[in-house]
C-alpha cells in the first residue's frame, strides 16, 4: 500500500509517496522553501507542483502548522493569515484533483513515531514535541491521539514558549546548545507539571542533533527520547492519516485526519478550545 505525504510547515514543504506498512519513504523525497508570504494560493501552487512532480494520483495526505478541524485550518502561528477559515482540504483537493487529508503537523508526525518510530509499543501518556519554526505538540494516551494540542503556545515568563523553545528562536537569537537546552528544560517542566507524561518524544530537524542537547535536559522526571523518523515523520504521519481516511471513512487506531475534499465528509478531529 502507497500513498503521499505532503508536509507543510513555516519554512519548507517536502513530499514523497510513502510505503504505508513499512513507514519509508518510496523515493527521495523533495523539498520546497514554503512561499513568502505563505498564503493559501501559494502554498496550494506548490502542492500541485510537488504531486506533479511525482505523478501522484493516489491516496494523499498533508499536514498543516496549525490547528485543523474537517479539513479547515483555524490557526496560523507561522504562516499568513489568510488561512484562517480556509478549507484546506478542499484546496489541495481542487488543485490536485483529488481527495487530500489534512492533519496537523505534530499530529502527523506523532502518529507516524507511534506507529513506527520511537513510541512504537507505548502505553500511557505520551506526547511529541517538534521543535521548528515553531513549537508542535501531539499527545497519545495508550496510543490514541488527542488531535490539535497546542503546548506549544503555553505562556512561560511572560511569553509564548514558543519564541523561547523553538529552533528558530535559538537561531534568531544565536543561543548555543547549554543556552537553548536550559530554555526546552524550563519549558517541558511546565508541561510535565500540567500533563505528567511518560514519555517525550523530541522531533522536528534538531532531532537529529539530539546528543547535543537531550542530555543537558535536567530535572524533567519522563523518559527523553528523540524521534526515530525525523524529518520524515511529518510526510509519513500525513500518508497513513490519509490511507486510515480512504479506507475506513474516519479515524482509526489513533489515526485522526480530516476529510479531503469529496470524501465522506466525516468530521474525524475535535480541536481543543473547540
Ligand atoms: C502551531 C502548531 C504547530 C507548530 C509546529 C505552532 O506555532 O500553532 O499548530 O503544530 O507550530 O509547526
Known amino acids: 500500500m502507497q500513498a503521499f505525504g505532503i508536509d507543510i510547515g513555516g519554512t519548507g514543504i ?24 505563505s498564503t493559501p494560493e501559494a502554498v496550494a501552487d506548490v502542492v500541485r507542483d510537488l504531486t506533479r512532480d511525482f505523478g501522484w494520483t493516489g491516496i494523499t495526505g498533508a499536514t498543516f502548522p496549525g490547528v485543523v ?9 507561522n504562516v499568513d493569515k489568510g488561512w484562517i477559515g480556509t478549507d484546506a482540504a478542499a484546496l489541495f483537493g481542487k488543485v490536485t484533483g483529488g481527495d487530500v487529508s489534512v492533519l496537523n503537523d505534530a499530529d502527523a508526525a506523532g502518529v507516524a513515531e507511534m506507529r513506527f518510530g520511537a513510541g512504537k509499543g507505548e502505553r500511557g501518556t505520551v506526547l511529541l514535541l517538534t521543535f521548528g519554526t515553531g513549537v508542535g505538540s501531539a499527545l497519545f494516551t495508550d496510543g ?9 503556545h503555553i505562556e512561560i515568563r511572560g511569553k509564548d514558549a514558543e519564541s523561547r523553545a523553538s529552533e528558530r528562536g535559538k537561531q534568531h537569537h544565536g543561543w548555543g546548545w547549554k543556552e537553548w537546552a536550559q530554555r526546552v528544560g524550563e519549558y517541558m517542566h511546565q508541561i510535565e ?6 514519555l517525550i518524544i523530541v522531533g522536528g530537524g534538531i532531532s537529529k542533533e539530539a546528543d547535543k542537547w537531550v542530555p543537558l535536559l535536567t530535572g524533567v522526571r519522563a523518559k527523553i527520547v528523540p524521534a526515530a523518523l525525523q524529518n520524515d515523520a511529518g510526510i509519513v504521519g500525513a500518508a497513513l492519516a490519509a490511507t486510515t481516511m480512504a479506507q ?24 481543543a478550545g473547540e
Open 14 to 37: 517536502k513530499a514523497a509517496p510513502v510505503d504505508i506498512a513499512a513507514g519509508t519513504l518510496l523515493a527521495e523525497r523533495k523539498k520546497i522553501l514554503t512561499p513568502q508570504p
Open 69 to 77: 478541524t474537517s479539513g479547515t485550518v483555524r490557526t496560523a502561528a
Open 144 to 152: 490514541v491521539l488527542v488531535p490539535n494540542t497546542e503546548f506549544g
Open 193 to 198: 507539571a500540567l500533563l505528567s507524561p511518560d
Open 248 to 271: 475506513t471513512g474516519s479515524a482509526a487506531s489513533g489515526v485522526v485526519a480530516a476529510s479531503g475534499a469529496a470524501a465522506s465528509g466525516t468530521t474525524t478531529g475535535k480541536a
